[in-house]
């Protein structure tokens, strides 16, 4: 980080860590040697907080690293590198900083992480400033260590130094070093001074996982208390002087354009202050949400509805099934499948579908946008702040430096926020509005205006020996490359890793398998990371075609699974534990039935054994789920619980009801009326069984929805006999006869 | 002009008589603990009280509201089965992103006003108005049998 660079900043009101009585000189001594250091901070009330960017004084700070910042009066902040959107990141970040730190979550604030990717770039999600994937513990777990660790090596040694003892006679506390002879203690914020001139040491040792006092313990969430009085604050709620609301209609059918826009009936609308037109979208900006929406419900808009404006689901599923029927790009290739097939005793074939999906999180669509022609600011809730910045900057033509982005807790990811479109437009509003403008997505905007999770078409075959097991497998996948658009430098040769994430790499040994991908693109609608990815789809057609070959072998499906896992130990061994758990065998009544998946996906291995009811009218409920999970070391076993739990929920939802379709170019769902949601009243029973593992981390945030649909068809089909190769449930007759 | 009583302070507001009682508390008096969701009374974000009853703001037009006492989940905490259930909530760690927890907090702190003893029925009926999007349910069901225990 250059000094030129650092005077701007400054220029421009950005907070630095080291400001009062600390020489310049000293301070960019700390940056560089640490490798930065450089904070932008913003105020929010509660315990996660920001700081206004101008005129705020932090007083001098210690700042080793970009995750932690200590100031003069002791106050601990710990910068948050992944974002919080439910999946208590906002805890389990600060666990791993704070047990190596020797600080009580009591005794931290948090703040938001400003977009950098070398800073803040995750190292399991393409090396950027993202959080998704279920990586933020894998990704952190080392680095975030290793911060606190050296921070308190700092810390111990600047004590050492002012008493003039030896750093093995000091040990570090709850925020305070002690020379344990003596009983003299100093507290951090009296070293500050004095640790930020020491230089930052290369290597640190962590401490050994049976020390822990923190990592492994169910403490509580630090985000909670403010998520249950009002407080908390999701980027919808921000509030600024002068700020106007906006809400936008762009056009209903994908790749149509604004033609022409009548506003007589809008502008005299009390509150209306303001029609901006875009290419593909026009935005009423009023003094409340409410005059914007009436202002907008006021518009003559005629639209230039495009190529695809007769477009339906039909036309897109016929093209993926043209498409699939061509070899494509080898995943993974083991034996001579052809030849295994061609001595196979039986073979089973089978075609399975999943449809696109929406996200719905529960805060729609919104971004607070104040364009100025010396800079931008952005109010969101974002998974990618990077990209967040980026596309303001292309937008505005402003240099990214130039663009602040106030990041917030998100009411719902699951993908969505991965992406910047709605930024996109927000900035381009917020261009033609002078002032601060919020701009508020309604729900039917929000879900006819997603990226939806892709519509995939599947085609898997295996064949059986005389004992019914299988000795040859084959399983294609046709749909849209999500990975070609979000991060084409990782689509090689034509191989979509994330579309057969699931499906290349199942825990079952299968002596030959050939595992292949077309691309097919459908036209208009746009495609999506959705919660699980291309789990979530996989493992919805490999544990239902497995649970087919079981049936076919007529074995039971946890023997006939466990047949198959010789080679993934701990994926069996979540196999029995559920089934354990579950009372698999016991007898059930008439109507009810359990089903099982496995999985390995996201580092953590983990198996469902779901239990459902009937009834006559084909109507399902899900009576109970049970899981078992082995996600290697847990930082926080009360979230990992709350994750599955949860996931499970999102998850079967979306497999009991979930769909979105086309019709003359647009999305056909537009609220949860008609898109329905799965309620209190109809959520099973969930229960977490957690396997002790000293393994790596695994990921933990979409684990629990990629198993959940086949457990539940499964289940099914162990009531009714029906199988279920297309989803939602619901749009299969399950009445008996 | 209207003037509102809101947890029991009263503002005066020049708003349109139609506009939903949820904009009126959101953007023009600032009070954004009560949250916008679906706009069509689906999802039950938006849910505060009105002398006690739960409603769902987003389709209440404001002269609607006439001389009722509004409470929002800003001041839920300083009546005992508001308070009760947000002690439950953070006890057995409901919450997750948190956006639809306003709502479903309002929803049971009215339902333990009037049942101190609900069962899985009452529960059910009271609670299926309020989406959650990350599946809180169990421990929400959970929470509100612990706030129902005797103190």
Same mark, same amino acid.
């Given at each position: 980080?250059?000094?030129?660079?650092?005077?701007?900043?400054?220029?421009d009101g950005a907070v630095f860590?080291?400001e009062?009585?600390?020489? #310049?000189?000293?301070?960019?001594?700390?940056?560089?040697?640490?490798?930065?250091?450089?904070l932008l901070s913003f105020i929010l009330p509660g315990?996660i907080r920001s700081t206004e960017a101008a005129g705020a004084k932090t007083?001098?700070?210690?700042? *080793?690293?970009?995750?932690?910042?200590?100031?003069?009066?002791?106050?601990?902040t710990?910068?948050?590198?992944?974002?919080? %959107?439910?999946?208590?990141?906002?805890?389990?970040?600060?666990?791993?900083?704070?047990? @190596?730190?020797?600080?009580?979550?009591?005794?931290?604030q948090?703040e938001h992480?400003p977009?950098?990717?070398?800073?803040?770039?995750?190292?399991?999600?393409?090396?950027?400033?993202?959080?998704?994937?279920?990586?933020?513990?894998?990704?952190?777990?080392?680095?975030?260590?290793?911060?606190?660790?050296?921070?308190?090596? %700092?810390?111990?040694?600047?004590?050492?130094?002012?008493?003039?003892?030896?750093?093995?006679?000091?040990?570090?506390?709850?925020? %305070?070093?002690?020379?344990?002879?003596?009983?003299?203690?100093?507290?951090?914020?009296?070293?500050?001074?004095?640790?930020?001139?020491? *230089?930052?040491?290369?290597?640190?040792?962590?401490?050994?996982?049976?020390?822990?006092?923190?990592?492994?313990?169910?403490?509580?969430?630090?985000?909670?208390?403010?998520?249950?009085?009002?407080?908390?604050k999701?980027?919808?709620?921000v509030r600024l002087p002068?700020m106007?609301?906006? +809400?936008?209609?762009?056009?209903?059918?994908?790749?149509?354009?604004?033609?022409?826009?009548?506003?007589?009936?809008?502008?005299?609308?009390?509150?209306?202050?303001?029609?901006?037109?875009?290419?593909?979208?026009?935005?009423?900006?009023?003094?409340?949400?409410?005059?914007?929406?009436?202002?907008?419900?006021?518009?003559?808009?005629?639209?230039?509805?495009?190529?695809?404006?007769?477009?339906?689901?039909?036309?897109?599923?016929?093209?993926?099934?043209?498409?699939?029927?061509?070899?494509?790009?080898? =995943?993974?290739?083991?034996?001579?499948?052809?030849?295994?097939?061609?001595?196979?005793?039986?073979?089973?074939?089978?075609?399975?579908?999943?449809?696109?999906?929406?996200?719905?999180?529960? @805060?729609?669509?919104?971004?607070t946008?104040h364009?100025?022609?010396?800079g931008?600011e952005?109010w969101?809730?974002?998974?990618?702040?990077?990209?967040?910045?980026?596309?303001?900057? @292309?937008?505005?033509?402003?240099?990214?430096?130039?663009?602040q982005v106030h990041n917030h807790?998100?009411?719902?990811?699951?993908?969505?926020?991965?992406?910047?479109?709605?930024?996109?437009?927000?900035?381009?509003?917020?261009?033609?509005?002078?002032?601060p403008?919020?701009?508020?997505?309604?729900?039917?905007?929000?879900?006819?205006?997603?990226?939806?999770?892709?519509?995939?078409?599947?085609?898997?075959?295996?064949?059986?020996?005389?004992?019914?097991?299988?000795? =040859?497998?084959?399983?294609?996948?046709?749909?849209?490359?999500?990975?070609?658009?979000?991060?084409? =430098?990782?689509?090689?040769?034509?191989?979509?890793?994330?579309?057969?994430?699931?499906?290349?790499?199942?825990?079952?040994?299968?002596?030959?398998?050939?595992?292949?991908?077309?691309?097919?693109? *459908?036209?208009?609608? #746009?495609?999506?990371?959705?919660?699980?990815?291309?789990?979530?789809?996989?493992?919805?057609?490999?544990?239902?075609?497995?649970?087919?070959?079981?049936?076919?072998?007529?074995?039971?499906?946890?023997?006939? !699974?466990?047949?198959?896992?010789?080679?993934?130990?701990?994926?069996?061994?979540?196999?029995?534990?559920?089934?354990?758990?579950?009372?698999?065998?016991?007898?059930?009544?008439?109507?009810?039935?359990?089903?099982?998946?496995?999985?390995?996906?996201?580092?953590?291995?983990?198996?469902?054994?779901?239990?459902?009811?009937?009834?006559?009218?084909?109507?399902?409920?899900?009576?109970?789920?049970?899981?078992?999970?082995?996600?290697?070391?847990?930082?926080?076993?009360?979230?990992?619980?709350?994750?599955?739990?949860?996931?499970?929920?999102?998850?079967? +939802?979306?497999?009991?009801?979930?769909?979105?379709?086309?019709?003359?170019?647009?999305?056909?769902?537009?609220?949860?009326?008609?898109?329905?949601?799965?309620?209190?009243?109809?959520?099973?029973?969930?229960?977490?069984?957690?396997?002790?593992?000293?393994?790596?981390?695994?990921?933990?945030? @979409?684990?629990?929805?990629?198993?959940?649909?086949?457990?539940?068809?499964?289940?099914?089909?162990?009531?009714?006999?029906? !199988?279920? !190769?297309?989803?939602?449930?619901?749009?299969?007759?399950?009445?008996?006869? | 002009?209207?003037?509102?009583?809101?947890?029991?302070?009263?503002?005066?507001?020049?708003?349109?008589?139609?506009?939903?009682?949820?904009?009126?508390?959101?953007?023009?008096?600032?009070?954004?603990?009560?949250?916008?969701?679906?706009?069509?009374?689906?999802?039950?974000?938006?849910?505060?009280?009105?002398?006690?009853?739960?409603?769902?703001?987003?389709?209440?037009?404001?002269?609607?509201?006439?001389?009722?006492?509004?409470?929002?989940?800003?001041?839920?905490?300083?009546?005992?089965?508001?308070?009760?259930?947000?002690?439950?909530?953070?006890?057995?760690?409901?919450?997750?992103?948190?956006?639809?927890?306003?709502?479903?907090?309002?929803?049971?702190?009215?339902?333990?006003?009037?049942?101190?003893?609900?069962?899985?029925?009452?529960?059910?009926?009271?609670?299926?108005?309020?989406?959650?999007?990350?599946?809180?349910?169990?421990?929400?069901?959970?929470?509100?049998?612990?706030?129902?225990?005797?103190?």
């Open positions: 980080m250059d000094f030129e660079r650092l005077l701007n900043m400054t220029k860590a080291s009062d009585g600390v020489s #310049r000189r000293t301070f960019l001594k700390v940056s560089a040697a640490a490798g930065g250091g450089l315990m007083g001098a700070s210690f700042t *080793p690293n970009a995750f932690l910042r200590i100031g003069r009066d002791g106050r601990v710990l910068i948050m590198p992944q974002v919080e %959107m439910g999946q208590g990141t906002y805890t389990s970040m600060p666990m791993l900083i704070a047990e @190596e730190l020797e600080v009580g979550l009591d005794q931290i948090l992480a977009p950098d990717d070398r800073l803040y770039a995750n190292s399991v999600f393409a090396g950027f400033h993202v959080t998704g994937g279920s990586t933020s513990v894998r990704a952190f777990w080392e680095p975030l260590r290793k911060a606190g660790a050296t921070a308190r090596v %700092m810390l111990v040694s600047a004590a050492a130094q002012t008493w003039k003892v030896d750093v093995a006679s000091c040990r570090a506390e709850k925020g %305070m070093v002690i020379h344990v002879m003596s009983g003299r203690r100093l507290n951090y914020g009296a070293l500050v001074d004095q640790a930020a001139k020491l *230089p930052v040491p290369a290597k640190v040792t962590l401490k050994d996982p049976k020390d822990f006092k923190l990592i492994g313990t169910s403490a509580k969430r630090l985000d909670t208390p403010d998520k249950v009085d009002g407080k908390a999701f980027s919808i709620d002068g106007k609301i906006a +809400t936008v209609a762009a056009c209903p059918v994908f790749g149509g354009k604004l033609a022409a826009v009548d506003d007589s009936m809008t502008k005299g609308i009390k509150g209306v202050r303001q029609v901006v037109q875009l290419d593909a979208a026009v935005a009423v900006v009023a003094d409340h949400m409410w005059a914007a929406k009436q202002g907008l419900a006021a518009l003559a808009i005629r639209w230039d509805e495009g190529p695809n404006a007769q477009l339906t689901t039909a036309d897109i599923v016929q093209q993926l099934e043209a498409a699939s029927r061509k070899p494509g790009v080898v =995943a993974r290739k083991e034996g001579d499948v052809a030849k295994a097939m061609a001595t196979a005793a039986k073979k089973v074939e089978a075609v399975y579908q999943v449809p696109f999906l929406a996200h719905a999180t529960m @805060e729609p669509m919104n971004c946008v364009v100025r022609k010396d931008c952005l969101v809730g974002t998974q990618v702040q990077t990209r967040a910045q980026a596309t303001a900057a @292309e937008v505005t033509g402003l240099p990214p430096e130039k663009i807790l998100l009411g719902g990811g699951f993908g969505r926020r991965l992406e910047v479109d709605f930024i996109t437009q927000a900035v381009q509003i917020g261009k033609q509005v002078a002032g403008v919020k701009v508020v997505w309604t729900r039917e905007e929000d879900m006819q205006h997603d990226m939806y999770r892709p519509y995939y078409y599947d085609r898997i075959a295996a064949g059986l020996d005389a004992q019914g097991r299988p000795i =040859a497998w084959t399983h294609r996948v046709t749909a849209s490359s999500l990975v070609a658009r979000y991060v084409p =430098a990782l689509f090689k040769d034509g191989l979509d890793f994330d579309a057969v994430d699931g499906a290349a790499e199942p825990p079952y040994t299968f002596p030959n398998l050939l595992v292949d991908y077309v691309r097919q693109e *459908p036209p208009g609608i #746009r495609t999506g990371w959705w919660r699980g990815v291309g789990p979530t789809h996989n493992i919805f057609v490999v544990e239902s075609f497995i649970d087919e070959l079981a049936a076919v072998a007529k074995q039971d499906p946890v023997e006939y !699974r466990r047949a198959l896992l010789s080679k993934s130990p701990r994926a069996k061994a979540v196999l029995e534990l559920a089934a354990e758990k579950a009372g698999w065998g016991q007898p059930l009544p008439e109507g009810h039935g359990r089903g099982v998946s496995v999985q390995f996906a996201f580092g953590s291995f983990v198996a469902q054994v779901a239990e459902v009811q009937v009834a006559k009218d084909g109507e399902v409920r899900v009576k109970r789920v049970v899981c078992a999970v082995d996600c290697g070391v847990v930082v926080n076993p009360d979230t990992v619980k709350a994750q599955m739990e949860g996931g499970i929920m999102f998850g079967l +939802t979306a497999a009991l009801f979930s769909e979105i379709t086309l019709k003359d170019g647009r999305v056909e769902q537009s609220n949860f009326h008609d898109y329905r949601m799965l309620r209190i009243n109809e959520a099973p029973v969930v229960e977490v069984y957690l396997v002790k593992s000293a393994e790596a981390p695994g990921g933990i945030g @979409e684990t629990g929805t990629a198993a959940s649909a086949p457990a539940l068809t499964n289940a099914i089909f162990a009531a009714t006999g029906k !199988r279920i !190769r297309k989803l939602p449930v619901n749009r299969v007759d399950l009445r008996s006869t | 002009m209207m003037t509102l009583k809101i947890n029991g302070k009263h503002f005066e507001v020049d708003v349109p008589a139609d506009m939903p009682l949820l904009w009126v508390l959101r953007d023009v008096l600032g009070m954004t603990g009560t949250k916008f969701g679906c706009g069509i009374a689906q999802c039950g974000a938006c849910t505060v009280h009105l002398d006690g009853q739960p409603i769902r703001s987003c389709i209440m037009p404001v002269v609607a509201v006439g001389s009722r006492n509004v409470t929002t989940i800003e001041a839920i905490g300083q009546t005992t089965s508001g308070a009760k259930v947000q002690k439950a909530w953070l006890d057995l760690e409901v919450v997750q992103c948190g956006y639809c927890q306003s709502g479903q907090i309002m929803a049971a702190a009215a339902l333990l006003a009037t049942n101190p003893h609900p069962n899985d029925a009452d529960i059910d009926a009271a609670m299926a108005g309020t989406i959650c999007r990350c599946g809180t349910y169990a421990r929400i069901r959970a929470a509100i049998k612990r706030a129902a225990e005797p103190s």
